[in-house]
């Protein structure tokens, strides 16, 4: 079991950035595949962004393509999410997985998740 601890969400104005990061204390992720999910109020948690261990994998949802970027640093056992040009939409509760098997876009793929952390997006 992997523990895993989000942060870097906030409240943001529209067209604005927040980077997220989610680390490992005490665990190596490295040799993981990490993903990155949000849930909003009232919806079913959905699928972000995966990168496989060693970032030759890559993927995103539709709505994050162009405007999220998801990063590792293997070194620091830490992930990241940059997130730009946030829109109201995108106020969620943003979670990173460590990747098990299975679809990497289905939240049953993943074993461990961390607790979240809030991003709010304003108009």
């Known amino acids: 079991q992997v523990q895993l601890v989000e942060s870097g969400g906030g409240l943001v104005q529209a067209g604005g950035s927040l980077k997220l990061s989610c680390v490992a204390p005490?665990?190596?992720?490295?040799?993981?595949?990490m993903g990155w999910f949000r849930q909003a109020p009232g919806k079913v948690r959905e699928f972000v962004a995966v990168?496989?261990?060693?970032?030759?994998?890559?993927d995103y949802a539709d709505f994050a393509k162009g405007r999220f970027t998801v990063s590792r640093d293997n070194a620091k056992n830490t992930i990241y999410l940059q997130m730009n040009s946030l829109k109201p939409e995108d106020t969620a509760v943003y979670y990173c997985?460590?990747?098990?098997?299975?679809?990497?876009?289905?939240?049953?793929?993943?074993?461990?998740w961390g607790q979240g952390t809030q991003v709010t997006v304003y108009s």
């Open positions: 997985a460590a990747y098990a098997n299975g679809g990497y876009s289905d939240t049953t793929a993943y074993s461990d």
């Open positions: 005490g665990r190596t992720i490295s040799s993981h595949g």
């Open positions: 990168i496989s261990w060693n970032s030759d994998i890559i």
